[in-house]
């Protein structure tokens, strides 16, 4: 039933498509048949009209999408900040800032959660990409640390990208190069 539903329903929007393109076929020939008879100045004027109208439409649709984007990064930079507000409490935690396992996957959880809404799926994945790295470093003793640095890294960089930052004059270690003094030791 579900196959008999789809094709009938392609069926539909291919004759549908079809009649458009036959009334759009048939007013360019009427068009084209009396063009000798149109005045000149009438011409101009559904010329005119017609890119005013276009561009009047075109340009509320660049504007509506552009402003559904800024909303949209606007929702993404407050959850962009949490997580490095996290990740730089765990990388600089002192003594008597001891972060719990408990609290670490309490974060994880509700992160993931904002991450699988808000993140674009390049974002996503890297996310993904970097939380397993991050698992497999935590578990295995001689795990490469270099991997972990340039996964984090284009994390980052994806994160910035997608906040507005070109990233193109930056190498991979830059911005770890921030945070850690002896970058050098590890690339």
């Known amino acids: 039933m579900k196959k008999f539903t789809e094709l009938l329903s392609t069926i539909l929007g291919l004759s ?14 009427l068009i084209f048949e009396n063009f000798s008879k149109i005045d000149i100045n009438i011409f101009v004027a559904i010329i005119g009209g017609t890119i005013t109208i276009s561009s009047f439409f075109i340009t509320r649709y660049l504007e509506r999408k552009k402003t559904i984007e800024f909303e949209i990064r606007n929702k993404k930079i407050p959850i962009y900040e949490e997580f490095f507000d996290f990740y730089f409490k765990v990388v600089f935690k002192r003594d008597d800032q001891e972060l719990t396992n408990e609290d670490m996957v309490n974060f994880f959880r509700q992160f993931s959660q904002k ?6 799926d390049n974002i996503l994945k890297s996310y993904i990409k970097w939380k397993k790295n991050l698992i497999t470093f935590s578990q295995v003793p001689n795990a490469d640390l270099k991997e972990m640095i340039l996964n984090q890294e284009e994390f980052m960089n994806l994160i910035r990208k997608d906040i507005g930052h070109s990233n193109k004059n930056l ?17």
């Open 115 to 120: 991450a699988i809404i808000w993140f674009p």
């Open 171 to 187: 190498l991979p270690g830059d911005i770890s190069s921030i945070y850690i003094n002896d970058l050098d030791n590890y690339l």
């Open 16 to 29: 549908f498509f079809a009649g458009i393109l036959y009334i759009i076929y048939r007013v360019c020939i």
